[in-house]
């Protein structure tokens, strides 16, 4: 019932920058939060980033903090990650989630976006 497209991966060297978007495109859409994961090869996935779609507020992971950042759209139902300073330990697919109001997990998953980062 709610779909969520991501788009905006790509192949960059170290230090550029990507910014991921995703767009849930459904007849009524009610998300708690929406986030960022990220899977690499032989890795478990991981949270990268989220929001809290009432208020706008994020949370990241250690290992990003300072260089990404998630926001959302004014209007709409789109989430963006601005993705700064890349570095090859970022190299994964990035998978767009969202948690619907009344729901305890992420519930709703994305098909994810190659992000690959050479030194």
């Known amino acids: 019932q709610v779909q969520l497209i991501e788009s905006g991966g790509g192949s960059v060297r170290a230090g550029d920058s990507l910014r991921l978007s995703c767009t849930a495109r459904?007849?009524?859409?009610?998300?708690?939060?929406m986030g960022w994961f990220r899977q690499a090869p032989g890795k478990e996935r991981e949270l990268v980033a989220r929001?809290?779609?009432?208020?706008?507020?994020?949370y990241y992971a250690d290992s990003v903090k300072g260089r990404f950042s998630i926001s959302r759209a004014k209007v709409g139902n789109t989430i963006y990650l601005q993705m700064n300073s890349l570095q090859p330990d970022d190299t994964a697919v990035y998978y767009c989630a969202a948690q619907r109001v009344g729901a305890d997990r992420y519930d709703t998953w994305g098909q994810g976006t190659q992000v690959t980062v050479s030194s």
């Open positions: 459904a007849r009524t859409f009610s998300s708690h939060a």
């Open positions: 929001i809290r779609w009432s208020n706008g507020e994020p």
